[in-house]
């Protein structure tokens, strides 16, 4: 079963807090970040029946003409105001675990449970952008240890979740004397706890403390694919008796014919791309030039380029449903989305996507309990 809902594919929207959302491009009709911006965007797909937003972490951007990403807001004051606003789906912060203690998270998770009626989620991420981490005047930890210290963070905040009683708490990096906390969240027995993890220490990091592992679908084929997913699923269950969804991202460019769907996924990308900001990206996540074909590590950036490194999905309704009905067959359990222009786009989808993927067994009608606000 789902921890969202039953449909067969579940559906999120991924970077709407940041400028320019998920895509590097100077292409006219960007994400441009404000508030009536977000709100209209979560809205929309909040009536429409998506199960999460997952909010971008970012202080500061990555440079070249659109500084991609550098206007954002802070993602759990972000989720605590749309969870005021929305009805239906969890909306996740996503939280560098360097930058804020775990008994100040733990509350700020609480309240932001509280104020959406138990529909938060917390999306960990260890950070690794390095002039980031210098704003805060602390080094990015050597890889390893950025694990163990969230391993001890998690535990941390799971405690003060569930635990009724005071704790103690002594580990490598931190010391608890009486950790307390009301009141409790009201999702049970947590709200959901979301993870990236990439390298093998992430990806058992994932195993061991996600509600929701992310995978990027990078192998050649789908059975590659299929394979890493069962891999991960397999290290959960033998490992740590676990079981979790496993989720994926998907740039989306959805137009009434193939012809227009590819015409302008090539225009935003290698026409008003911003290669400054993606290649400043690339060097930030260590994904050194020397180990990667020159033909792979072109085809990684344009990923990057033209949603954070999502599978593209381009092509006419039809098509695209027939891509997830693809990805779905490698065992994920949902996809987060991104777009140029997101209110537009996201519009589109709702009509002409949405119902083709109830007709192919992904999904079930869903039923909106109020009208969208107008922006």
Not at 148 to 168: N, S
Not at 335 to 358: F, G, K, R
Request: hydrophobic share 40%; glycine share 8%.
């Amino acid at each position: 079963m789902n921890h969202f809902s039953s449909n067969k594919l579940q559906l999120g929207v991924f970077g709407a807090n940041v400028s320019n959302g998920c895509a590097a491009t100077l292409a006219p009709g960007h994400f441009e970040l404000n508030w009536p911006n977000s709100r209209h965007v979560v809205q929309l797909a909040d009536q429409a029946g998506f199960e999460i937003m997952v909010p971008v972490a970012r202080w500061k951007g990555f440079g070249g003409a659109t500084n991609f990403n550098g206007t954002n807001f802070e993602t759990l004051t972000w989720a605590s105001g749309l969870g005021s606003l929305t009805e239906h789906t969890t909306i996740f912060s996503t939280s560098h675990v360097p930058t804020l203690h775990p008994i100040v998270a733990a509350k700020q998770c609480t309240t932001a449970d509280h104020i959406s009626s138990g529909r938060f989620g917390l999306n960990i991420v260890c950070g690794w952008f390095e002039e980031e981490f210098r704003m805060f005047g602390s080094p990015v930890m050597e890889h390893e240890t950025r694990y163990a210290y969230a391993a001890e963070w998690v535990e941390i905040v799971k405690k003060l979740w569930t635990v009724e009683e005071e704790f103690d708490f002594e580990g490598r990096f931190f010391k608890i004397e009486k950790g307390f906390h009301q009141p409790k969240p009201l999702r049970k027995p947590h709200p959901p706890i979301m993870n990236a993890g990439a390298s093998p220490t992430g990806a058992r990091f994932a195993a061991q403390y996600a509600d929701v592992a992310f995978q990027g679908l990078h192998k050649e084929t789908r059975d590659e694919n299929k394979q890493e997913i069962a891999a991960l699923r397999r290290l959960g269950r033998e490992e740590f008796n676990r079981e979790f969804e496993v989720w994926s991202s998907c740039s989306v460019v959805c137009r009434p014919t193939e012809k227009e769907a590819q015409e302008y996924a090539h225009y935003y990308v290698y026409e008003k791309g911003d290669w400054v900001a993606t290649e400043n990206l690339i060097r930030e996540l260590g994904i050194q030039h020397s180990y990667m074909p020159p033909a792979a590590l072109e085809k990684l950036k344009a990923k990057f380029l033209a949603g954070w490194g999502g599978t593209p999905l381009v092509g006419t309704p039809e098509q695209i449903v027939d891509k997830l009905l693809e990805i779905s067959k490698m065992d994920i359990n949902g996809v987060v989305l991104s777009w140029v222009n997101y209110q537009d786009e996201l519009q589109d989808w709702i009509q002409t996507v949405l119902p083709l993927m109830e007709q192919a067994g992904l999904r079930h009608p869903y039923k909106p309990m109020t009208a969208p606000a107008a922006r």
